[in-house]
């Protein structure tokens, strides 16, 4: 049996947290059995979809700031708890209204305050060099949550009904997700990560401080703007 050291640990408790916010992602399959099935119009079963992404946005921003004074801990518990509650909550909506704000609003914000904790609080067990490697395995993490998640919601609507979909995966992020958030931690006061084997630091590139108004004029930072205004256009 592998035994992984702590800084893994986080690795691998982030990535499958994601994997159970990525619930995101399986709203088309929601969508189609609100249209379907309780004859919504497409713009009202999109609504809630529409509101947890700008909620999820918005909160990102909210929870950077609020783990950096209290720790990526609490934060996330109350994030992956708001996930669960919403999801549960949502499986007595019958009108888009409520729906928008339970699965919009507050899916949407506990989704934001757990993504916000995830990366950071893993990175710092890792070497700056292995920064990349963390920070795309935790979002991997996110992405790859599409993958199972929506033929499992489908399975479940078609054998359960979409109310009861809403509670199933409500309980499982509750079961799943929360346990796991109890994990996450940042390293100790003076905590050095190991240096890889072979590394050579690179002394060529100064490091770069800016603002959040510089941050804004950043080519990434518009190009991450405009793949958000196309998801929500597509949704």
Known sequence: MIKLNKAARILAAGFCINLCMGILYAWSVFKQALVVEQGWSNADASMPYTVAVICFSLSLLVAGVVQDRMGPRKVLILGTVMVGLGMIVSSFATSPIVLIL?????TGVGIGFGYACLAPS????????????????????????????????????????INNSFMILGVG???IAV???????????????????GYKAKTDSAPVSMDWRGMLK??????????MHWHLLLA
């Open 102 to 106: 339970t699965f919009g609003i507050l």
């Open 122 to 161: 893993a990175m710092k067990w890792f070497h700056p060099s292995k920064k990349g490697l963390v920070n795309g395995l935790i979002a991997a993490g996110f992405g790859l949550a599409a993958v199972y998640l929506a033929p499992l919601t489908s399975s479940l609507i078609a054998e359960y009904g």
């Open 173 to 175: 992020i509750l079961v």
């Open 179 to 197: 346990p796991l958030a109890c994990t996450i931690s940042n390293p100790p006061e003076g905590y050095v990560p190991e240096t890889p084997a």
């Open 218 to 227: 950043l080519h990434s930072f518009i190009h991450c703007g405009r793949c």
